[in-house]
């Protein structure tokens, strides 16, 4: 009984390993890659690896073995993009702008956000988190909140300016 | 009349802007190179906090999905026996549903199912709710099982039937309402008479009376005023009753899981919910017991004093 509770090749305790872990997981390649999409597909392949293995892996060590192979995951990418940045290079030279827009989010700057969302007023918060995480349309929470499309609009810029004020002068 | 309605937007820039509905370019004439640098990088960053933030079921059913797709190449043999199993099954039920015309409707997660009986009858089934029933016998005998919570609105005709695991509820033509899970036995009557038999008692509601038994608590009776029970009109309402029934309900609406290991769950409950908006719906219970509810992970919450 104590053996099947630990168990990991149960779908019940591999879902519960995957609730656990996997958005620590995300965040922590996402910090790897810099790139939301490339953490995603990384998350999975690490559990999918992990299901693999099940049978050699205990449920205590089920987190460190996710973050190893996530680490040795992005260390192959790195390469592999390596060799190819260097074939690009030998055919195309002038291609050094890789993209200008490339943003580069630093840990500290996500917790800048997470403390800016704290300090918005609660007006300003509601509308900001419908829309943000919850990808509502200014429509839909005027109708939620019972408030007119322009007053969400208006939380909402005041809630940007505000959050430029915070990020900017904590730095 | 367009030159007027782009001034009116540029009012609130910012906001039309982290929509998408302003480019970057037309920001950039709007505010200083400074400011314009300070909020590409803003929107980016709650880009990925969000995303971060985000809930990961997705993410699971795909790796559910990619793990199937993997293990399908190793398992063929298995599968092959799976298969004709399968199909032997399918075969075997279908001549089971041809024999006894057995009709089965279920309604998922937060959804709501209107079914029209042979006699035009009406049911209407909450979330997580099973109805079935013998067309075959119908013209003799109106019967129906139900596990979950119906309303229902009766032809008049022969007597009409509900049989749940807490007992049967008889009419002969009338609107009532039945809620029946494991310990959870309730029956509203809406208009003319309703019979309930529980462990071989029988009870007789008129319009506006209900029959309630929850757990091993004695028999309630309550009056009702409204003529259609209010979760038909997407609000679930609930009088005196076990917060743990409100929760599972809640569970059922909005495809959650709620851990109430922490709260006191047979704390009484009077109030109604939202089923369109999950996080009013919350609101409308937790904070009135007083509860704070936790996000864990995707789809799980978990309740706190």
């Known amino acids: 009984m104590d053996n099947d509770l630990k168990n990991i090749c149960k779908p019940k305790n591999f879902k519960f390993i995957f609730k656990t872990y996997a958005k620590d997981l995300k965040r922590f390649l996402y910090f790897k890659f810099n790139d939301l999409e490339t953490a995603e597909d990384v998350m999975q392949d690490a559990f999918i690896k992990l299901w693999k293995n099940c049978d050699r892996v205990s449920f205590e060590t089920a987190k460190s073995y996710l973050f190893t192979v996530g680490n040795n995951l992005f260390i192959n990418i790195k390469k592999h993009e390596q060799v190819i940045r260097k074939n690009k290079y030998r055919h195309t030279k002038n291609t050094t702008n890789e993209s200008p827009e490339f943003l580069l989010i630093e840990k500290e700057f996500l917790t800048k956000i997470e403390n800016a969302i704290a300090d918005l007023s609660p007006k300003q918060r509601e509308v900001f988190l419908l829309s943000r995480i919850e990808k509502k349309k200014y429509r839909e929470i005027a109708i939620l909140l019972d408030i007119s499309v322009k007053a969400v609009e208006k939380r909402m810029h005041g809630a940007l300016l505000k959050m430029r004020k915070i990020t900017d002068l904590n730095s | ?305």
Not at chain 2, 87 to 115: C, D, H, P, R
Not at chain 2, 250 to 261: G, P, R, V
């Open chain 2, 1 to 305: 009349m367009k030159i007027k309605n782009t001034n009116i937007e540029n009012e609130f820039y910012l906001s039309q802007w982290i929509e998408g509905n302003l480019a970057d370019t037309e920001l950039k004439k709007l505010v200083s190179e400074d400011d314009f640098l300070a909020y590409k990088k803003l929107k980016k960053g709650i880009e990925v906090f969000c995303d971060l933030e985000q809930p990961l079921d997705t993410s699971f059913e795909r790796i559910l999905h990619r793990m199937d797709k993997k293990t399908k190449i190793r398992k063929l043999h298995l599968k092959w026996i799976a298969s004709i199993a399968a199909m032997l099954l399918f075969f075997m039920g279908f001549y089971a549903l041809i024999n006894n015309n057995s009709v089965l409707n279920k309604s998922s997660f937060g959804e709501q199912k209107t079914i029209a009986l042979l006699d035009n009858s009406k049911v209407i089934l909450n979330a997580k709710s099973a109805l079935n029933y013998s067309k075959k016998g119908w013209k003799n005998k109106r019967e129906v099982f139900l596990n979950g919570e119906a309303f229902f609105q009766v032809e008049k005709g022969s007597t009409f039937t509900v049989k749940t695991k807490n007992g049967n509820i008889t009419v002969l033509g009338t609107q009532f309402n039945v809620k029946s899970t494991d310990t959870f036995f309730e029956v509203i009557c809406y208009e003319g008479k309703v019979r309930v038999v529980h462990n071989n008692k029988e009870y007789i509601l008129n319009p506006t009376n209900s029959f309630r038994k929850i757990n091993k608590n004695p028999i309630e009776s309550l009056n009702y005023s409204r003529k259609k029970p209010t979760w038909t009109l997407g609000e679930s309402t609930y009088r005196s009753v076990p917060l743990k029934y409100v929760i599972e309900d809640l569970e059922k609406q909005f495809n959650i899981q709620i851990n109430s290991a922490k709260i006191n769950n047979s704390s009484i409950y009077t109030g109604s919910f939202n089923h369109h908006k999950m996080d009013l719906a919350f609101k409308s219970v937790f904070d009135a017991m007083g509860l704070k509810y936790n996000k864990t992970a995707s789809n799980i919450y978990i309740l706190d004093n």
